[in-house]
């Protein structure tokens, strides 16, 4: 035996390490090789193998090492494949110590069409254990790539995962975390898009905990036409709950912008709306507000619009409770005209209602002004009217009062009239209770050449009637007067042989400067 063969023995004896062993093969479609080595010593043992083989498609190589010692074991695998159409390759690792144990695993391939690669690596200690997943792929048409974290302690667990992909018409990302503790749990998702028409955006955020729970959602997008934007968050805590809603719209025409908002806890709850909108014509906005509570509930709505033309804005109140309710409404317009003012307010409560409206209007040729208050209580009910009307000519006033109760009823009428030429004034007062009626008109008249006044008045009661005619006149010539009284009595000592009878008494006056008075 050669002197070399016999020291190898030697050695080997010395170390207490068995030799590598090889085993090859070869047959007419291909061959074969695989090799061992184990080693041994004080502190541990190892091992290796490798395994290789070809044959007209292809060839392939596996590798196995193994290793103990006193701390621990790992273990590590590689296996290589290749053939006509592409080849591929796989790693494995696993380590195991006192302290915990891991492992990782890679997968790659690759074809004529593309390529692709996996890798997993967990871990797992005294403290928790970890999860890692990469997968990415990329062919012709595009690639893609995934990747996921998970993570478990004592304390709670996370979860993280990423999506990637890109092709020729676009691209697009999708992130999702999820974590959860002692205290409560969360979780997050953001999703992007992108194509050759725009890129879109949507984010989703919830959260748990033990005095509640929250949620935000926001999605964007983005075109050749315009652009979007919504956004909701909602709230909900052990005294009650939340949710709030915006939305914004930009185009080639305008932009446009809604805002909710709404609050329930435990007294009542509440709601908001807003919502703008903005054009090459001009823009708008509407309010919204609503409360309701133990007392009672409550709404506004305000409504704004501006073009080219003018503007004009409504308000309108509403409020309810245990007493009663009550109603405001008021609508401006401003135009290139003129301008004009509505206001309406109506109540009702336990002893009666009431109702007020104005109206004001001022255009290049004058303004005008009415208002309108009616009331109506236990006791009886009432109204008043007054227009105002002013134009380059004159002006005019017209008031109306009705009133209507348990004993009665009274009506005054007074109109007032001023011009270029004089004024003017009428006023009548009506009058009706359970012993009877009276009325009263009063006319005066101003003009340049003089002035009139006429009085008539009129009473009627269970026991007769009455009238009285009173008529004023002064010019610059002089004046004149006469005076008409009118008596109907169910009793008539005079003529009670021709009753009734009717006394009558004329009183006419005149004075000029050139006639005295006549009675």
């Not at 959860?180 to 748990?208: D, I, M, V």
Request: net charge positive; glycine share 14%.
């Amino acid at each position: 035996m050669p002197r070399r063969c016999i020291r190898d023995i030697h050695v080997r004896i010395f170390l207490k390490t068995p030799g590598p062993r090889t085993a090859r093969s070869e047959t007419g479609t291909g061959r074969s090789e695989t090799r061992t080595a184990r080693s041994e010593t004080g502190t541990g043992r190892s091992e290796t193998r490798t395994a290789r083989s070809e044959t007209g498609t292809g060839r392939s190589e596996t590798r196995t090492a193994r290793s103990e010692t006193g701390t621990g074991r790992s273990e590590t695998r590689t296996a290589r494949s290749e053939t006509g159409t592409g080849r591929s390759e796989t790693r494995t690792a696993r380590s195991e110590t006192g302290t915990g144990r891991s492992e990782t695993r890679t997968a790659r391939s690759e074809t004529g069409t593309g390529r692709s690669e996996t890798r997993t690596a967990r871990s797992e200690t005294g403290t928790g254990r970890s999860e890692t997943r990469t997968a990415r792929s990329e062919t012709g048409t595009g690639r893609s790539e995934t990747r996921t974290a998970r993570s478990e302690t004592g304390t709670g667990r996370s979860e993280t995962r990423t999506a990637r992909s890109e092709t020729g018409t676009g691209r697009s990302e999708t992130r999702t975390a999820r974590s959860e503790t002692g205290t409560g749990r969360s979780e997050t998702r953001t999703a992007r898009s992108e194509t050759g028409t725009g890129r879109s955006e949507t984010r989703t955020a919830r959260s748990e905990t033990g005095t509640g729970r929250s949620e935000t959602r926001t999605a964007r997008s983005e075109t050749g036409t315009g652009r979007s934007e919504t956004r909701t968050a909602r709230s909900e805590t052990g005294t009650g709950r939340s949710e709030t809603r915006t939305a914004r719209s930009e185009t080639g025409t305008g932009r446009s912008e809604t805002r909710t908002a709404r609050s329930e806890t435990g007294t009542g709850r509440s709601e908001t709306r807003t919502a703008r909108s903005e054009t090459g014509t001009g823009r708008s906005e509407t309010r919204t507000a609503r409360s309701e509570t133990g007392t009672g509930r409550s709404e506004t709505r305000t409504a704004r619009s501006e073009t080219g033309t003018g503007r004009s804005e409504t308000r309108t109140a509403r409020s309810e409770t245990g007493t009663g309710r009550s109603e405001t409404r008021t609508a401006r317009s401003e135009t290139g005209t003129g301008r004009s003012e509505t206001r309406t307010a109506r109540s009702e409560t336990g002893t009666g209602r009431s109702e007020t409206r104005t109206a004001r209007s001022e255009t290049g040729t004058g303004r005008s002004e009415t208002r309108t208050a009616r009331s109506e209580t236990g006791t009886g009910r009432s109204e008043t009217r007054t227009a105002r009307s002013e134009t380059g000519t004159g002006r005019s006033e017209t008031r109306t009062a009705r009133s209507e109760t348990g004993t009665g009823r009274s009506e005054t009428r007074t109109a007032r009239s001023e011009t270029g030429t004089g004024r003017s004034e009428t006023r009548t007062a009506r009058s009706e209770t359970g012993t009877g009626r009276s009325e009263t008109r009063t006319a005066r008249s101003e003009t340049g050449t003089g002035r009139s006044e006429t009085r008539t008045a009129r009473s009627e009661t269970g026991t007769g009637r009455s009238e009285t005619r009173t008529a004023r006149s002064e010019t610059g010539t002089g004046r004149s007067g006469s005076r008409c009284f009118q008596k109907n009595s169910h009793v008539d000592v005079t003529y009670a042989s021709t009753w009734p009878k009717v006394n009558t008494v004329k009183a006419i006056w005149t004075e000029s400067p050139t006639l005295k008075p006549i009675n």
